[in-house]
């Protein structure tokens, strides 16, 4: 499985607010990343005014989307297996089933699904969801139905997506989409093309709707959003044409931070993903600045040897990381700060990875994700370089590390002992149905007793135990936020 954001999201279905007069029935579930799961609301949403309501229930379905991933090869089989499972149910249950893929896997391999292996319908690709109405009506008359054309201009702004499954507490907002750093291991720059942002203004009223909704915690998404910049439309990187006036009244990340902090002072902000080589020193000064704005930030460095990075197309050396987390402790000194990390990178040696563990150790990373490198075909690295490291050495390196890691979370997550977090409820543990689960603005998970308290409310919790990654507290009062 993906671990990119919550496992147990993993390959969840949809499932949206009925409209009467829809009288067709679609399954949608979703794989990857966080970005993939905000699109599946903005294309069921799309697919509701198509006379389309969400089901959990396979079996009855008349139209299946499944939104891929193509990060690592292990995602893109995940999915295949679904696509076989639904395939079966076609076959066996229910004929007029359709089937489309969306996301990476379908930009990925485009006509693939349909001419070769015959197991799909319909092929739409991340910037193509707006044609879904014309490409549902292809495949109605019989025809399969194919639109993987990458854009300049889309970002989805003007679609409000519908978020009814969720736990009306948080709420993801897509603020850029694709991503021109090509990474040379990375596949998203092929599958979901040059970075655009998206228009503040349609940011900030989605914002603020998500507030009068009743939700408190939102989070601005994008591959790499610290390079957000909105000049009036267009690519990033086409800014230097843009005329001067353009060029004055732009809005970078740190501005469209603050905007979205004064729009709802009491909304809690969060953002992913932050590329070190783009993230700015404004950036965490106006984090330090309002209160809103949690102090969490997932900076994934990949490895910690120069040479890799470099070899990774990785635009800062280990010295340049260490300066970034410097300041970013000394400007908000209790700042939760995550990882990503690719071990067995073609031609890592054992002294890249010694280099690798070294920076964990400075760091201390509160949590993160860690990945065995995986080729992928039409990246750089894999066209360029052969993957040399044996599959156990990446293995018995990728155990080192998720070791070390949880080493370091249970230090980080020991330093709340008997101190007092804040906690927005979101829902109940899963492990008592008598304690609520929810998040400090660290992003570290707490459970507590539910007392009279209730989801969607922040409480101020005194932290007694924790486990390595999760506090344990009491709750000794609502916050001054609510
Ligand atoms: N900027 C993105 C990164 C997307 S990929 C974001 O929003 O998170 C997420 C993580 O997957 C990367 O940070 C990297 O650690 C890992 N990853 C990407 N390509 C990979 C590959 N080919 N093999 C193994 N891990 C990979
Ligand atoms: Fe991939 Fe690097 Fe962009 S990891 S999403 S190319 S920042």
Redesign the pocket.
């Known amino acids: 499985m993906e671990k990119?954001i919550d496992e147990n999201k993993q390959g969840e279905s949809l499932v949206l607010e009925q409209k009467e007069s829809n009288k067709r029935k679609l399954f949608i579930e979703s794989y990857g990343?966080a970005?993939n799961f905000s699109d599946s609301e903005i294309v069921a949403s799309i697919m509701s005014e198509q006379g389309f309501n969400t089901t959990k229930n396979l079996e009855e379905a008349d139209l299946v989307l499944v939104n891929t991933c193509s990060?690592?090869d292990k995602a893109e089989q995940t999915v295949r297996k679904r696509l076989e499972k639904y395939n079966a149910v076609k076959r066996d249950i229910n004929p007029k089933m359709k089937v489309g893929v969306l996301g990476c896997m379908a930009e990925r391999l485009k006509t693939k699904f349909l001419e070769e292996e015959k197991i799909v319908d319909l092929v739409v690709g991340p910037d193509a969801y707006k044609d879904l109405p014309n490409l549902l009506a292809e495949v109605d008359e019989g025809r399969d139905a194919i639109n993987v054309i990458l854009s300049k201009e889309e970002t989805y702004g003007d679609i409000s997506p519908v978020r009814l499954n969720t736990n009306g507490v948080t709420a993801l907002v897509s603020i850029t989409r694709g991503?021109d750093n090509m990474c040379t291991?990375?596949?998203?720059p092929f599958t979901r093309g040059r970075e655009r942002s998206r228009d503040p203004q349609s940011i900030l009223e989605e914002v603020n709707d998500l507030w009068n909704k009743g939700y408190k915690e939102i989070t601005l998404l994008?591959?790499?959003v610290d390079s957000f910049l909105w000049y009036g439309g267009g690519l990033k990187k086409d800014f230097e044409k843009a005329s001067d006036m353009q060029k004055a009244t732009a809005v970078n990340f740190s501005k469209l931070l603050e905007l979205c902090a004064k729009a709802q002072p009491k909304m809690r902000i969060r953002f992913?993903?932050s590329?070190p080589q783009d993230l700015t020193l404004d950036v965490v000064q106006t984090m330090a600045k309002f209160q809103n704005i949690c102090n969490h930030i997932h900076l994934?460095v990949?490895s910690g040897s120069n040479r890799i990075l470099k070899e990774m197309n990785r635009l800062h050396t280990r010295e340049e990381y260490f300066e970034l987390i410097d300041n970013i402790r000394k400007i908000i000194p209790n700042c939760s700060i995550s990882q990503?990390?690719?071990v067995g990178f073609p031609t890592e040696t054992e002294a890249d990875f010694q280099d690798t563990v070294s920076l964990m150790e400075y760091v201390k990373y509160n949590f993160g994700?860690m990945?065995?490198?995986?080729?992928?075909p039409g990246?750089m690295a894999g066209r360029n370089m052969e993957d040399d490291v044996p599959e156990e050495t990446k293995k018995r390196r990728l155990q080192d590390i998720v070791d070390l890691q949880r080493i370091h979370s249970e230090i980080r997550t020991k330093e709340h002992l008997n101190t007092v977090v804040e906690v927005l409820i979101e829902k109940e543990s899963k492990k008592s149905n008598t304690q609520w689960s929810g998040s400090t603005p660290q992003n570290i998970v707490c459970v507590f007793p539910k007392d009279d308290y209730k989801i969607g409310e922040f409480v101020n919790v005194k932290v007694t135990d924790c486990t390595s990654a999760t506090l344990i507290g009491e709750a000794i009062g609502l916050s001054e936020n609510n």
């Open positions: 990119i990343c970005m990060i690592r991503c291991f990375c596949v998203v994008g591959q790499n992913s993903t590329n994934p990949q990503d990390m690719i994700y990945f065995t490198y995986s080729e992928r990246t």
